[in-house]
């Protein structure tokens, strides 16, 4: 079976231009999560949707960064404009309520 | 922001030693305890998890150990082997999951 998977693997972007990670979920799962991981802050959760509706985004840091999840299978989160200080992994995990939850490899972002 | 509190930030062991990673949280909603592992340039992979009606879980050389009233659960990694060297986070969970800060292992040959 296909895990959580993410795109991009990699990104580098200047300062100022906008950031589109993307999502694909494990088939099946009805709540979905991103995270963002720094060495400084750990993992933190961002925002977290279940049946496709945004429960909880008190984590997102900004306005600059948005979430959205459109259908069960796509899921997308943007940064706009992008900062130096957004650079990290940002990862994607799925999971059914209250239950464990799987993480894709991480979109790690780095923005000069 | 930090509802699950994690110690030690890093660990070093011995081969065939034992590692214990501890972790508390606050919020009594919190029905579902996960250990993750990651390892470097991956994502975290469950490792084990329990819910709290239990006191304690065994998979193979992990186990976790569970306190409600204490609001605490452990990890002890039984015989550590080199392999296991890598980033361990707990977590706890009602509706979303909320992770620990991470305890760094190294176990030297």
């Known amino acids: 079976d296909a895990g959580v998977i993410q795109s991009p693997r990699h990104e580098v972007t200047e300062m100022g231009q906008e950031v589109t990670l993307r999502c694909k979920p494990i088939?099946?799962?009805?709540?979905l999560f991103w995270y963002r991981q720094t060495m400084m802050r750990g993992l933190e959760l961002l925002i977290y949707?279940?049946?496709?509706?945004?429960?909880?985004d008190s984590g997102m840091p900004e306005d600059r960064f948005s979430a959205k999840m459109p259908n069960a299978s796509f899921s997308t989160l943007k940064i706009q404009p992008s900062e130096p200080r957004d650079s990290a992994v940002y990862f994607c995990?799925?999971?059914?309520?209250?239950?464990?939850?799987?993480f894709g490899e991480g979109s790690w972002l780095t923005v000069v | 922001q930090q509802q699950v509190k994690q110690s030690p930030q890093s660990l070093i062991v011995q081969k065939g030693g034992i590692s214990i990673i501890n972790c508390a949280y606050e919020?009594?909603?919190?029905?579902?305890f996960p250990w993750y592992q990651q390892f470097p340039g991956k994502g975290p992979a469950l490792l084990i998890a329990?819910?709290?009606?239990?006191s304690e879980k065994k998979e193979g050389r992990f186990t976790i150990s569970f306190n409600k009233s204490a609001k605490q659960f452990s990890l002890h990694i039984m015989d550590s082997q080199p392999g296991d060297s890598a980033t361990y986070f707990c977590?706890?969970?009602?509706?979303?999951?909320?992770f620990g800060a991470g305890t760094r292992l190294t176990v030297k040959p």
């Open positions: 995990a799925s999971g059914t309520f209250g239950n464990t939850i799987y």
């Open positions: 088939s099946g799962h009805n709540s």
């Open positions: 949707f279940n049946n496709n509706v945004p429960i909880d």
């Open positions: 919020n009594t909603a919190f029905d579902y």
């Open positions: 329990i819910r709290p009606d239990v």
């Open positions: 977590a706890a969970s009602n509706h979303d999951m909320r």
